[in-house]
């Protein structure tokens, strides 16, 4: 059974920082391109960053860029989202997503991916 989960969300004060994880299980990270979301209430679900399936490219959104970093390691089947000066804006559930092809490239669109995590909270608040 393929299970993708978060974890490292939480509650953070403006300008502070996160680590999130997506650690995978029955299910081989290596080669896959693995996205992150996020969904604030009220709004649609927006593609935050991914990684590729080989080469290791990897793409942000506009509102993010040069504040996260997402990186993999494979030998824990794991794929971390860094956020560094995180803003108010940034509070959202945020979710990991796998893609069941290997070698394909970064994408943001959602039905690129064949699993997906349960999601883990972020606030960002004073």
Known sequence: QVQLVESGGGLVQPGGSLRLSCAASGFSLDYKAIGWFRQAPGKEREGVSCISGSAGSTYYADSVKG????????????????????????????????????????????????????????????
């Open 67 to 126: 504040r996260f970093t997402i990186s993999r390691d494979n030998a824990k089947n794991t794929v971390y989202l860094q956020m560094n000066s995180l803003k108010p804006e940034d509070t959202a559930v945020y979710y990991c997503a796998a893609d069941g092809l290997s070698f394909r490239r970064c994408a943001t669109s959602a039905d690129r991916y064949h699993y997906w995590g349960q999601g883990t909270q972020v606030t960002v608040s004073s």
